[in-house]
């Protein structure tokens, strides 16, 4: 769809045709989609979340015994994490599933949650990209569209539940009405209102660094005369503060049971000002500039070549440096902070992207009047081509193998189920199944809506004489060897690490006085694997191709051997290599990570 579009731009681009623009404006929701359809499971930054939305949709709101339905049925009180998390966002994702979720009672609830999100961000997306076409013109946002399309982070990310991308559709909104459009004074000073109140709200309720994105944006906007203290900043100010704590304390008092409560300014106090945010890791002062820039916007011209040009060409610079202005200053100002991560400052990519293409369509419009534009407008197809095969046949590939605690507590899933009908015949009485789930399995995928409850059982294995009870547990195993034979013999099957999973098997067949006795040995059932870097191909070397190929499985099922896809998809990959890249390539390398254990009486 990306390649068609910009075909159709540099086609169609003299006839003044649609078709190039609305392609790419259905490309951001369609590969956000894309993205959570390849990599649909989450990772333990996102865990919060998303057992909220779990808790809340299966358990719903008590309205009686709260604090006593709380602490039983819901997940953030037994792993309450660091600093407590708002859930604002897991009751309004909860919500606008409802309806979904009753048309279809059997659907993918945490896909569905998921794309809601996935599609909010999107839309911020969207209408970005129309305030920048009425901004500063149509070949303006289509190159903006280009490059966010072909921009990998942004739209794998849109869909997680990180604090960070609930807030970042707000945000975007906000820098959408920020961008100095041709309108009135006075049209403008309530735009900018809006702005501030959505950048405050969602500071307050999402994401505490906001407070000094919002700092920079309404200081430049206060310095270049756009706004006044009087009659923008003390309003929206104290309004965005008003509805963030009337959105925040209620809710969040009332799920932690602590009154009064703001989970933000907790967090903030946590991580800030005790400094507990560096035992998380730090980086150099220039990180931000120097990796994580680079890695969100991915295609090197657009920060080499495009920003630069913005900010040179007059026609281009005063709207540059508008955008650019604030951005910049919030990350360098937050560079002082020495734990850094990308998720941190990923609210500033809609303006630095559209910099770059306000600097990329200043030399397309140009590219007949000299060899040099002409040269990088051809520079800037090549590399937003490139940039988007990279994301998705390198990084897309890459990400979606780097959650195998989902891959092996489905894989366990199957085998049980499949087993149950034989083992299960002839019984009346349920089965009681009880799984370990080991760190790294909690950390790379497994939520509780992956979690079989026994309705799920009996639809997942229709054909099993008998009910199956389920039940998980995510405690540490002891430290101590005199209470390891007590612990993990109240579990059937355990997802551990292989090292984990090796000394589990040399104790239960060790003559030690801890030693399993045989009732209790354990096999192997299964292995998963994951992520494990990327491998360069050289020239010559064969590629395997195995999680390339195993997505285009996933994708089109058993049509995938019919239809000749993968015979296609190996052919186009050898045509790359062959006449573009010289027989390089990169591929995705994969390696044990969890080993599924079963119990042997």
């Given at each position: 769809m990306l390649v068609c579009s910009i075909l159709c731009f540099i086609i169609f681009n003299k006839t003044n045709s649609r078709l190039g623009y609305l392609l790419l404006l259905a490309s951001i929701p369609v590969l956000v989609l894309f993205h959570l359809s390849i990599a649909p499971y989450t990772k333990v930054e996102e865990s919060f979340h998303i057992q909220a939305i779990h808790d809340i949709e299966t358990y719903g709101i008590p309205t009686h015994n709260v604090k006593d339905v709380l602490q039983a049925e819901y997940d953030h009180f037994t792993f309450p994490g660091a600093v407590p998390r708002t859930f604002a966002g897991a009751v309004a994702l909860s919500g606008l599933s409802s309806p979904i979720i009753w048309l279809k009672h059997d659907i993918d609830r945490q896909f569905v949650a998921r794309a809601i999100l996935g599609l909010f961000n999107a839309s911020s997306l969207l209408y970005f990209a129309s305030s920048l076409r009425r901004t500063a013109g149509r070949a303006t946002a289509i190159w903006y569209l280009l490059f966010q399309a072909s921009q990998f982070h942004v739209l794998y990310y849109a869909s997680r539940t990180l604090s960070n991308m609930f807030a970042f559709g707000m945000t975007t909104f906000a820098l959408a009405s920020l961008l100095p459009e041709p309108v009135s004074s006075a049209t403008y000073r309530k735009r900018s209102r809006v702005a501030l109140y959505l950048i405050t709200i969602a500071g307050i309720v999402f994401r505490a660094e906001l407070a000094l994105f919002l700092a920079t944006h309404t200081l430049f906007l206060l310095a270049s005369g756009r706004i006044s203290i009087?009659?923008?900043?003390?309003?929206?100010?104290?309004?965005?503060?008003?509805?963030?704590?009337?959105?925040?304390?209620?809710?969040?008092?009332?799920?932690?049971?602590?009154?009064?409560l703001w989970p933000e300014f907790t967090a903030f106090k946590f991580n800030v000002v005790a400094g507990q945010a560096s035992a998380w890791g730090t980086h150099p002062w220039h990180y931000y500039f120097t990796n994580a820039l680079p890695r969100l916007l991915l295609n090197p011209l657009t920060y080499l070549i495009g920003i630069p040009i913005s900010l040179l060409q007059p026609a281009t610079r005063g709207i540059a440096t508008s955008i650019l202005i604030p951005s910049l200053a919030y990350i360098a100002i937050y560079s002082i902070q020495p734990h850094k991560e990308w998720r941190f400052i990923v609210y500033s990519i809609p303006s630095l992207t559209a910099a770059a293409a306000l600097g990329t369509s200043y030399i397309w419009t140009h590219r007949t009047k000299s060899f040099i534009y002409r040269f990088l407008s051809l520079g800037m197809i090549v590399s937003t081509l490139f940039s988007f095969l990279l994301s998705s046949f390198a990084l897309l590939p890459a990400s979606s193998a780097n959650y195998p605690g989902a891959h092996a507590l489905n894989a366990l899933h199957n085998h049980v189920l499949s087993a149950a009908p034989k083992s299960a015949r002839g019984q009346h009485e349920p089965i009681t199944v009880s799984v370990h789930l080991g760190n790294?399995?909690?950390?790379?995928?497994?939520?509780?809506?992956?979690?079989?409850?026994?309705?799920?059982?009996?639809?997942?294995?229709?054909?099993i004489s008998s009910t199956i009870s389920w039940s998980y547990?995510?405690?540490?195993?002891?430290?101590?060897?005199?209470?390891?034979?007590?612990?993990?013999?109240?579990?059937?099957?355990?997802?551990?690490?292989?090292?984990?999973a090796e000394t589990l098997l040399s104790l239960s067949g060790s003559p030690t006085e801890y030693a399993y006795s045989q009732s209790y040995a354990w096999e192997t059932v299964d292995s998963v694997t994951g992520f494990a870097g990327l491998h360069v191909l050289r020239p010559g070397e064969e590629a395997s191709g195995g999680v390339e190929e195993g997505i285009l499985k996933w994708l089109f099922g058993r049509k995938v051997n019919e239809w000749g896809i993968l015979h296609s998809w190996r052919k186009i990959r050898e045509g790359i290599r062959e006449s573009v890249s010289k027989g390089w390539w990169v591929e995705v390398k994969m390696k044990e990570k969890i080993r599924i254990l079963g119990r042997v009486r």
């Open positions: 009087q009659r923008e900043i003390i309003p929206a100010g104290a309004l965005g503060l008003v509805l963030g704590q009337a959105i925040t304390l209620p809710i969040d008092s009332f799920f932690w049971q602590q009154y009064p790294l399995a909690c950390q790379t995928g497994v939520t509780r809506f992956l979690q079989l409850s026994d309705d799920r059982s009996k639809q997942q294995g229709s054909n547990d995510k405690s540490p195993p002891p430290a101590s060897l005199s209470a390891m034979q007590t612990f993990w013999s109240r579990f059937d099957y355990v997802l551990l690490e292989p090292h984990e």
